[in-house]
């Protein structure tokens, strides 16, 4: 007696004939992104340090002007502090939080090993990294531009208190806070391309609070202490100081180069030139990843 056997149906993929293209790859990479936990945290970070700096900034230079009648004049009297500058105080950390989700998006695949598989599904390779880049160009971007424009709403009300208020009408203030958003963005893809050469998280980490903290903050203190030529063209060509030129406003007494650095003194691009600068050493930075992307292995 012989028993029946089953026979196991054919399995069809639902993704047969499928073609990989762009779109697919920008709605992989937007899931891969905000189904990361690290995600939710980083960015939360960047939205609490955002609006925290600027209430705390706001609230400590209210109280000391009021505990201190002859404060404000004599501010004034010394040039003022923009308004702008309020609402701006975290942009430098918040940077540093926004950078740590360039790097993790890229290195998080190498750490796991599932770059394979999306290099095995994208075999051209360069698609993954448009796509990657513009998924967190765009989540960095809205982010920051949603935490600026609360930390503007938050802030408001303490500082109308004093006479201080910021003028959207005025063009330098209007660039100073966009600016802010696109700051954070170009940092952000420079994280990527950097992460795509090291393809290690801490170490990419390192490598961009070295070039936008450490560094800047070296050469910008030679540069004020010892006033050398070298040092302040140096200082100035640094991807730091020249980006965030489009934040930071002339004459405003705000340090460029962070709290280790004299800022203000030392030959600077404009504003547009600066950024500019910075985007070219992230386009530089893009096209080498680019490169070795296509011809190292996975």
């Known amino acids: 007696m012989s028993a029946a056997t ?10 047969a004939g499928s073609k990989v293209t762009f779109p697919r790859l920008l709605v992989s ?20 340090i955002m609006i925290g700096f600027a209430l705390i900034f706001s609230a400590a230079f209210t109280s000391f002007v009021a505990d201190n009648a002859d404060a404000q004049g004599e501010i004034a009297a010394a040039g003022g502090i923009p308004p702008t500058t309020f609402i701006t105080a975290g942009y430098q950390f918040a940077t540093l939080v926004a950078a740590s989700l360039g790097a993790i998006a890229m ?10 598989a999306t290099l095995s599904a994208a ?46 009408g005025d063009g330098e203030q209007l660039r100073s806070l966009i600016g ?43 540069a004020g202490v010892t006033n050398a030529a070298w040092a302040q063209n140096l200082n100035k060509w640094l991807p730091s100081a020249a980006g965030e030129r489009i934040i930071t406003q002339v ?3 705000a340090s460029v180069n962070g709290p280790g650095g004299p800022g203000t003194s030392l030959p600077l691009f404009d504003a547009w ?17 680019a490169l070795v992307l296509k011809r190292r292995d996975a």
């Open 107 to 116: 290195t998080g695949e190498h750490s796991t090993g599932m770059i394979r």
């Open 273 to 289: 030139q600066g950024f500019g600068v910075l985007g070219l050493y992230t386009v530089v930075l893009v096209a080498f990843a």
């Open 251 to 253: 004459g405003s007494g």
């Open 123 to 168: 075999p051209t390779r360069l698609p993954v990294l448009w796509a990657k880049i513009t998924v967190i160009a765009v989540v960095s971007f809205v982010v920051i531009a949603v935490s600026t424009a609360i930390a503007y709403l938050v802030t408001h009300p303490v500082l109308a208190n004093h006479d201080i208020t910021v003028d959207l």
């Open 29 to 48: 990479e937007w899931r891969k992104l905000w189904s990361l936990r690290s995600t939710w945290w980083v960015l939360g970070i960047a939205v609490v």
């Open 180 to 222: 802010v958003p696109l700051y954070v963005m170009v940092v952000a893809v420079l994280a990527v391309a950097v992460g795509t050469l090291v393809r290690n998280t801490p170490g990419t980490i390192v490598i961009v609070v070295g070039m936008f903290f450490l560094v800047p903050s070296i050469i910008g203190t030679i």
């Open 6 to 15: 089953l026979s196991r149906p054919d399995f069809t993929s639902p993704f």
